[in-house]
């Protein structure tokens, strides 16, 4: 991909700032070629890459040259775009939304740098991958689990910085961070909760401030860069069990959150319960014209057929408990008979014991792996996704009504129809997997009118995206609409403050700084 | 180095389907024991059924990471092992890639190929195929990637 240079930076400026980086962290980690450019490209964009470029990107090895990075490119007036391992896939990779915005790469930081068994805590830096941290909890034998999401390749605090989701009782993963070290826009450096003072032996451990609180303020945020912090581990449990039911029919969702909702409020059920439909097992089993080979969405009959041939119900639900076993029984004869008042059919039930070994492929587990990107393959080509994701209320009113309309939305436009419900709470995140072929200029073109619909229909229902790709901040950002949209407002303000240059994450969320505010998308 | 990587008739079933299936994988010698796994030089003592277990990959050789002559295997294992290694999400892929072009399934895993040149696996690594992206050069250095595309080369 050619150079596309920031807004109102000269080729000449452009090659000083590289240059004064170059001091910082040497001529090597300055990633400023046509190559580096594809490689920090949105490699799923829906359309060619070039939407969303990078001018390049640098890479720091300390807190200290993130400092002096973050200083520099205010002096240059070159923005930033801070990622921790560029790997939020299907919601824009490590693209910036501010065509050439510089990344800021922080893979090189990429210790452990605290495991605490007894208190069931890790402190991480940003390039430190599930994976990592996973194979350094079993090179130490700490009796730890985490809670990962479908991309394991990606960056734990990346993940949780963004509102990732896990399906273990850790699975809301911001919500385990604790204590955060971070770069300010003008490259000062803070440490918030009790780590605001020298020493303090509880900074990870406590999770408010002396005063207003700002982790979770660092969260899908532009006013700050995270350089460290503190994230809760979930205790490894004495045995788990797991209940698995095919639910039949569609509209069999209602009962079962109306079933499961409660129990997961009370505590009973302590995991995020992940409800995917029934095309996310198929789409692990082959290529779609292995089971339907012509344009257009797969038509209800054949997805009858489907399921019979594979024994599939239209959900899965699989409900992971963990604990000592005397407890697991305990609440699996509640759940179970629960259940039994919907659906005649025993649920298929696994125990696990310490010791055993766990599947690699097994998320409510913790184990970390890459294997759900293999839908890409599902479409073949260049197999891409994007996740449309609406937070609804628990219940099957809510449920019932989101599914209804996003599943007409989709089938109006001809596209497979996959989503899962994840109960994380008194709400449920629906993810609905649009796959398409981004070579395909139609299929692209298809998909992007779909997503618009998508949003301006739900948003009309009243629910709103808790996580959008890049081309959609700020429509997204646009249906927070209460009191002529006074949340974008305060964002704005806070953000002219702290960032007075603009220089980190312009536009990240739809909250645009005032040196590019001119360059916002679609604004209400 | 030396001996060939296996990939069970099991296993191939567990990368193709993701299904239940025998967890006699990942025996070979780039496959640390999994976390928790009983007797893992028994593959005999292993139990008939089961999913295939995690393989703890290699740490990235200390050092720093532009300088040449560094562990190639170990650099593999960390940065490609996310998906290249047994039942990983790239080996699975392949494995039904290898079949359709008949060749034997145990060449989904990278490190079994003789038909790979340098030249080959830097572009596929920096220009990125089908479901895999493109790798940046903090992902894998030149050198690193240098050193691993030699190594899986094996002097071609």
Redesign the interface.
Known sequence: MELRLPPRVSPEDFQRASDAFAGVV?K??V?VED??R???SD??APGPKEQWPPSG?V?PGSVEEVQALVRLANEHRIPLWPVSR?KN?GYG??APRLPGAMVL?L??LNKVLDLDPKLAYAVVEPGV?F?DL??HI??EKAPLWMSVPGN??GSVLGNALEHGIGYTPYGLHARNLCGMELVTPTGDLVRTGMGAMDGNHAWHLFPFSFGPTWELAMTQSSLGVVTKAGLWLQPEPESSLELSWDIPKEEDIGWVIDTLAPMKISGLIEQNIFIPSWLGKVV???QRKDFWDKPGAIPEWRVQELLDQYKLGYWKVQIRLYGDKAVNEAKAAVIKAAMKRHLAAPPEEVWWHA????????TTMG?????P??M??WIG???SHMGFSPVVPATSEHVLGQLKRSRKIIADHDIDFYASFTIGGRFANNINMLMFDRTQQAEVDNTKKLFDALIAETAKAGYGEYRTHLGWMDPVMATFDFNDHALRRMNEKVKDALDPNGIIAPGKQGVWPAAYRDLAGARA | MNARLTIAPAALGCA???AACN?DVGKGDTAAP?????GAAGAAAAPPM????????D?APAGNR?AVARDPKAVFQHAC???HLE????T??LV?QRIAAGAPPETALLANRDDLTADYVKQVV???K??M???????I?DAELDEVAKWLAKGK
């Open positions: 040497g090597d980690w990633l190559e580096d594809d490689a920090y490699a799923y990107a890479a560029g896939l990779t490590a790469d893979g090189r991958s994976f996973f194979d079993a090179r394991g390749w692990l089993k082959g010791g055993d070994s766990r599947s690699a492929v097994d184990v970390p792996s890459a294997i990107l293999q890409g393959d080509g260049a197999g | 193709l389907l993701l967890s999994p976390e928790g796994a009983k089961g999913p295939p277990p995690y393989i703890t990959r740490q532009l092992g996310y998906c039942a990983g999400m790239g699975n892929l039904k920096r220009q990125g089908n479901a992206p493109p790798q940046t050069r903090v992902d250095t």
